[in-house]
C-alpha cells in the first residue's frame, strides 16, 4: 500500500529537539510527495481530532527551540479501550497511512497499541532520561546534561566562595545516567544513582572526609531523583561533618533550553528516518542510534530490553573524585 498521508505527535514527558525531529518528518515526508498532520497534545489530540495539515513553512522557525511546538501530554484516556477507539477512529476517517510518535517508552507502549489496531506506527525516542535500552541517545539527553552542568558550575561558583557542600537532585527516577554522567562532568565528590545502593558514611562522610584531609573545602554531592531526600541528606551531612551544607532540586528547569547541536542532528536524522521506515511500509518499529548509525529495532522487542547500568563509568566518576 503507498503511504500518502502521515501524522506526527509529541507524547509524554517533553524534551529539547523534538521540534527539530517533528521539523523533520514534516520535511521529509512533504519532499517525497506525502501529506503530513500534525497531531496536538500527544494522544489527546488523535482522541479529540486536533490535528492541522502542515506545509513545509509550518515547521519554520522551530529547529532551534526547547519544549514542543505541538505541545504534549499524558493521556489517561488513550488507555482505556474507548478512548483508543476514538484514536484509530480519527486516523481512519482522515486516512492517516501512518503515524510518528516521538516519546518515551510509555509513548511507545501506546503506539504498539494503535499498530495491533491497524495503524502503522514508528517510535523516535525524545527523552531527557537516556532510558530507551536499545538506543544509545534519546532526543534531549546530551541537552538536559548541558543544562544541568551549566546549573551545577553555578552552584559550585557560590558553594566555592562559601566552603559548603551542595547537595543536588537531578532528574532520573529510575535511571542514572544523566546523574552519573553529570556528576563526573562537575567533579562531584559522590553520585548517587537508583541503579547502585548506597552507605551513607562509606559513600558520602567518609569520602568528604578523605578529601578535606588534603585541603578541599567544597563539595558537590550529585543525586538522583530516584534516591531525593536531598534536604534531609543535606542536614544529616552538615551534622556530621561541620560543613555547611544546602540542597537544591534542579527540577523542571533541567527539561527546557534550546537543544544542542548533538540534539539537532540526532533528531533530524531520527525524523528523516522514521518517515523512510513508514515509506518503506515498515511499522511498529523504534528508531534508534548505536554507535552513530541511525538504525530500527521492534518497538516490544525494544520495550523488554534492559539497559545495563555503566558501571565502568561509575567506577571512574569514583576513582578520580578524590
Ligand atoms: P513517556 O512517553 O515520556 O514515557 P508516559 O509514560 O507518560 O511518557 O506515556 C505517555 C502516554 O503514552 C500516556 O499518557 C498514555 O497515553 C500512553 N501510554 C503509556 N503507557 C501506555 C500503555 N501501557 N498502553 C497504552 N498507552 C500507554
Redesign the pocket.
Not at 72 to 79: G, T, V
Not at 103 to 113: E, K, L
Given at each position: 500500500m503507498a503511504i500518502k498521508k502521515i501524522a506526527v505527535l509529541t507524547?509524554?514527558?517533553d524534551?529539547p529537539g523534538m521540534n527539530a525531529a517533528v521539523r523533520a518528518v514534516v520535511r521529509t515526508a512533504l519532499g517525497r510527495g506525502v501529506d503530513v498532520y500534525a497531531v496536538y497534545r500527544?494522544?489527546?489530540g488523535l482522541i479529540n481530532g486536533d490535528v492541522k495539515e502542515m506545509n513545509l513553512r509550518s515547521v519554520s522557525d522551530i529547529i532551534h527551540r526547547g519544549g514542543t511546538a505541538l505541545y504534549?501530554?499524558?493521556?489517561?484516556?488513550?488507555?482505556t479501550e474507548e478512548?483508543?477507539n476514538k484514536a484509530v477512529d480519527t486516523c481512519k476517517k482522515l486516512g492517516i497511512d501512518g503515524l510518528v510518535v516521538i516519546?518515551?517508552?510509555?509513548?511507545?507502549?501506546?503506539?504498539?497499541?494503535l499498530c495491533r489496531r491497524g495503524v502503522p506506527c514508528i517510535g523516535i525516542p525524545?527523552?531527557i532520561?537516556n532510558d530507551i535500552s536499545c538506543c544509545e541517545h534519546t532526543i534531549g539527553y546530551d541537552t538536559a546534561l548541558n543544562t544541568c552542568m551549566e546549573m551545577i558550575d553555578r552552584l559550585r561558583d557560590t558553594s566555592e566562595s562559601h566552603d559548603r557542600c551542595s547537595v543536588v537532585e537531578v532528574m532520573g527516577r529510575h535511571a542514572g545516567y544523566l546523574a552519573l554522567n553529570v556528576g563526573i562532568a562537575v567533579g562531584a565528590t559522590t553520585i548517587l544513582v537508583p541503579e547502585v545502593p548506597y552507605d551513607f558514611e562509606r559513600d558520602i562522610i567518609d569520602r568528604m572526609k578523605k578529601t578535606a584531609a588534603t585541603g578541599k573545602k567544597h563539595f558537590i554531592i550529585i543525586v538522583a531523583e530516584g534516591i531525593g531526600r536531598v534536604e534531609e541528606l543535606a542536614k544529616r551531612i552538615e551534622e556530621e561533618t561541620g560543613v555547611e551544607s544546602r540542597a537544591t532540586i534542579l527540577g523542571h528547569v533541567q527539561r527546557g533550553g534550546n537543544p544542542t547541536v548533538y540534539d539537532r542532528v540526532l533528531a533530524s536524522r531520527m525524523g528523516n528516518y522514521a518517515v523512510e521506515l513508514l515509506l518503506s511500509g515498515k511499522s511498529k518499529r523504534v528508531v534508534t542510534i548505536q554507535q552513530d548509525r541511525i538504525t530500527d529495532f521492534d518497538i516490544e522487542e525494544a520495550l523488554k530490553m534492559k539497559k545495563s547500568f555503566d558501571s565502568e563509568l561509575y567506577r571512574v566518576a569514583h576513582e578520580i573524585s578524590i
Open positions: 507524547s509524554g514527558g524534551a500527544g494522544y489527546n504534549s501530554a499524558r493521556s489517561p484516556e488513550f488507555c478512548g483508543m516519546g518515551g517508552d510509555g509513548s511507545f507502549r501506546g503506539a504498539q497499541d525524545g527523552t532520561d
